[in-house]
């Protein structure tokens, strides 16, 4: 097909992908669903003309019609000076191991049956849902440049909510864990949910005002998913991001510091090439509350007479976009027990209801909160109902009070510290 392809345009590019998932659900406390799902197809796009276009097809039979969608395609496609990426070397990065590949059914749930059983000890009226999957994906590439670039990847995720109904009151958090190799950190996972319902259990009340709120690392996208929009190279280019043009300016307090690293062992986003066949490269974007640098793929990088990254991640039926791989806040020196103690009168914020509430491209967020604890004389002293806390990243990040030495992985992408915010706006029912 590259061949093909390559007669009748300047550039050619031919990405095949072929995965196996198994999936396994838990319902209120029991097992509900049992999956095994295959993809198998190919993607293809082309410079002709100076004009880029795209196909995609899951039938593998159908190439000379997909050869012909593509080059068809390029007609209307947006017209750029895009290169794909020759051969060049990359980093080796462990991302699949043969004993996840070969987990089985019985194990899968075996996993969810220790789970509940440890959420349910810590509180017995829990409600608990799990959606556990693993998967086999394996992905090639060709270009009209030379690379031939093969991955495979043993992603494991877990994707974990729990509710508990004790009349009107209403608990409910989620939480996420992923692995690309074999460990049993999911019960360490576990049982930090587990905690989180016992410290639920016992009632507090905290007044609205303006005061110190600490974010842990399951809250603190809410502080983070502005900064993703705004690093992202897309909307760079569309000129909405407020960190366009600012690269080298000092935004936030300098003990912020954000990394893109694609090399670290055992991570799902980790990665060698991206889905372009451009090396992947640990890069700094925010360094000391100093703006870096953005990331992009070939497209956006073009379009903004930029170097790519490495970032391009694609699904089957979707063109390349820059995406994050593994989006570390580096962490600080505070003991997360001393940052506690600190504390004379605040909130702990541990699960957003919902993410993106709020303005998220000028950076404003409100959001409710599903699961949060009032601190008092540097304890923990019980769980604060119907809350919501409001600010602006570009404001708020300018003072960070501390930011812990612990982090933890959420939500599969990003390692995140606790952050303590010395003043934001939290209203309360009543």
């Known amino acids: 097909m590259l061949e093909h392809l390559q007669q009748q345009a300047e550039q050619a590019e031919v990405f095949e992908i072929a995965s196996e998932a198994t999936q396994i659900g838990f319902e209120a406390n029991q097992m509900r669903s049992f999956e095994v799902t295959e993809t198998r197809g190919i993607a293809v796009r082309v410079v002709r003309q100076g004009r880029l ?138 049982r930090r949910v587990a905690e989180k319902l016992r410290l639920a259990q016992q009632p507090a009340t905290l007044a609205s005002g303006r005061q110190p709120v600490l974010f842990s690392p399951s809250s603190a996208p809410m502080l983070g998913l502005p900064l993703l929009l705004a690093l992202d190279g897309k909307e760079v280019h569309r000129g909405v991001s407020p960190l366009a043009g600012r690269v080298g300016e000092q935004i936030f307090d300098p003990q912020l510091t954000l990394l893109d690293d694609p090399h670290l062992p055992g991570r799902p986003g980790s990665a060698a090439y991206d889905d372009e066949g451009t090396p992947c490269r640990r890069q700094s974007l925010i360094e000391n509350g ?50 506690i103690a600190g504390i004379d009168e605040g909130l702990w914020v541990e699960s957003p209801l919902g993410l993106g509430q709020g303005n998220v491209i000028s950076g404003a967020f409100s959001n409710s909160l599903s699961l949060a604890f009032k601190i008092e004389k540097g304890e923990i002293v019980g769980r604060v109902k119907d809350v919501s806390v409001a600010g602006n990243v570009y404001q708020d990040l300018r003072r960070i009070a501390a930011i812990s030495r612990e982090s933890e992985w959420v939500y599969g992408g990003f390692c995140l510290p606790h952050i303590l915010l010395d003043g934001l706006n939290v209203v309360t029912k009543g």
């Not at 593994?326 to 997360?336: D, E, K, M, S, Y």
């Open 53 to 190: 276009g795209f196909a995609a097809s899951s039938n593998l039979e159908a190439k000379d019609q997909l050869a012909t969608n593509a080059l068809e395609s390029a007609r209307y496609g947006p017209k750029l000076t895009l290169q794909f990426p020759p051969p060049q070397p990359a980093a080796e990065v462990q991302v699949y191991d043969p004993r996840l590949a070969a987990l089985s059914i019985e194990r899968l749930v075996e996993m969810g049956r220790e789970i509940i059983d440890l959420i349910r000890q810590a509180d017995p009226d829990a409600h608990v849902n799990i959606d556990l999957q693993r998967q086999v994906r394996r992905t090639a590439l060709r270009n009209s440049a030379g690379s031939e670039v093969e991955t495979q990847k043993t992603p494991l995720s877990l994707q974990l909510s729990v509710q508990r109904v004790r009349g009107d009151d209403v608990l409910l958090t989620f939480d996420y864990f992923s692995t690309a190799i074999w460990d049993d950190n999911y019960l360490a996972f576990a």
């Open 290 to 339: 100093v703006l870096q640098g953005f990331i992009y793929d070939l497209k956006t990088a073009a379009q903004t007479g930029s170097a790519p990254t490495g970032n391009g991640q694609r699904g089957l039926f979707s063109p390349p976009q820059p995406g994050f791989s593994n989006l570390v806040w580096i962490a600080g020196q505070t003991p997360l027990a001393d940052m």
